[in-house]
């Protein structure tokens, strides 16, 4: 990978490293003393994900995934589009 190449992967992952702080599923962000960092890890995963699905919604059914059983939250599908938007959005891609 060529240091042009890494770079324009590390912008991709933080500006979805920001997409994911207002997206908040779990809302810690809300909270001055939540960890900023809390979505992180998931970026780089997220940020390949968007690069490659198929379609919009294959990646809103992610979201939900993660919010409904990872974190085992109330389902929010309408904040989980916008999200999945923004993400599109922020690797490149077309909605």
């Given at each position: ?15 979805v490293e920001a ?56 389902a929010n599908r ?18």
């Amino acid at each position: 990978m060529s240091k042009e190449q890494k770079r324009h992967a590390m912008e991709q992952i933080r500006k979805v490293e920001a997409v994911l702080r207002r997206w908040d599923p779990i809302g810690v962000l809300s909270n001055e003393d939540g960890p900023a960092d809390e979505y992180d890890s998931y970026a780089p995963h997220i940020v390949s994900l968007a690069q490659n699905c198929d379609s919009l919604a294959e990646l809103v059914i992610h979201l939900h995934h993660f919010r409904t059983e990872t974190l085992r939250l109330p389902a929010n599908r309408e904040l989980d589009k916008e999200a999945a938007e923004e993400i599109i959005r922020a690797v490149g891609r077309q909605v």
